[in-house]
């Protein structure tokens, strides 16, 4: 089975657990959690009937980030033809755990099940996340 989808918008990485110096609660920072909530969002509006996968996955994640304001056409169309890079945060493996830990328990059983990974931070026109999850 083949999970695909895009989750458009500005991309945000997984935030560190924060600790409440008055109560000593650790939490997850709502910019986090909210972000979470939107990559489910948009793999429960494509796939309302999903099945949680079961066997090994392979996931493949693409970062797409805008071109920067400013960017000469030269180098614009050096971005989006893939040979300039976005280096810049959120870093590739915040962007990773993001996506992962929002799918947990929702399009696969655990995150354990994950043995190939692909991920690619590139420019775009538009911000966006898309988001391929096979089982294999």
Same mark, same amino acid.
């Given at each position: 089975?083949?999970?695909?989808?895009?989750? &458009?918008?500005?991309?945000?990485?997984?935030?560190?657990?924060?600790?409440?110096?008055?109560?000593?609660?650790?939490?997850?920072?709502?910019?986090?959690?909210?972000?979470?909530?939107?990559?489910?969002?948009?793999?429960?509006?494509?796939?309302?009937? /999903?099945? &949680?996968?079961?066997?090994?996955?392979?996931?493949?994640?693409?970062? /797409?980030?805008?071109? &920067?304001?400013?960017?000469?056409?030269?180098?614009?169309?050096?971005?989006?033809?893939?040979?300039?890079?976005?280096?810049?945060?959120?870093?590739?493996?915040?962007?990773?755990?993001?996506?992962?830990?929002?799918?947990?328990?929702?399009?696969?059983?655990?995150?354990?099940?994950?043995?190939?990974?692909?991920?690619?931070?590139?420019?775009?026109?538009?911000?966006?996340? /898309?988001?391929?999850?096979?089982?294999?």
């Amino acid at each position: 089975m083949l999970y695909t989808f895009e989750v &458009p918008g500005r991309i945000t990485g997984k935030g560190r657990p924060r600790v409440n110096t008055y109560t000593n609660i650790v939490y997850t920072p709502t910019k986090t959690k909210d972000y979470e909530k939107l990559v489910q969002q948009y793999f429960l509006l494509k796939y309302p009937r /999903y099945i &949680p996968l079961e066997n090994r996955i392979r996931v493949k994640i693409i970062a /797409y980030f805008s071109i &920067p304001k400013g960017t000469n056409r030269k180098n614009a169309e050096e971005m989006l033809a893939g040979n300039i890079s976005p280096a810049k945060k959120p870093d590739i493996d915040n962007i990773i755990k993001i996506v992962l830990d929002s799918l947990n328990k929702l399009a696969f059983k655990d995150d354990n099940q994950i043995t190939k990974l692909d991920i690619e931070k590139v420019y775009g026109e538009e911000e966006k996340v /898309y988001v391929e999850i096979e089982d294999y």
